[in-house]
């Protein structure tokens, strides 16, 4: 089997190598391109917006029994997204099991 890459963690002084495992991914929320409003377009603030249900993330590292690989970008279900802290720093989780597909251009 590959190698599994690994995500430095920078902290202060020390890098940590997160490495998940247990079939779990870490993941970053995906850039969303925003396209300008025109000029009858109503504007909502973001408070009245209902919250997604589905969130689109850039796979940043992979357990080593996963079928991702970093850099695919996934669909998943928002409640399940695990935020754990470690040294301060939020490092997102999720097992590869929830992931509903993976988005390619």
């Known amino acids: 089997m590959p190698a599994v890459p ?3 963690l920078d902290i202060g002084e020390n890098i940590m190598k997160i490495i998940p495992t247990n079939k779990r991914i ?14 009858r377009a109503f504007i909502l603030p973001e408070t009245a ?44 989780l999720i097992s590869e099991n929830y992931v509903l597909c993976i988005v390619s251009e």
């Open 49 to 92: 917006q209902p919250p997604s249900e589905h969130l689109m993330m850039e796979v940043i590292s992979v357990a080593a029994d996963c079928q991702t690989v970093p850099g695919d970008k996934v669909v998943i279900p928002a409640h399940l997204l695990e935020t754990v802290n470690v040294e301060g720093k939020e490092i997102k």
């Open 6 to 8: 690994a995500k430095l």
């Open 26 to 39: 870490q993941v970053k929320l995906c850039e969303v391109e925003i396209k300008e409003a025109g000029p």
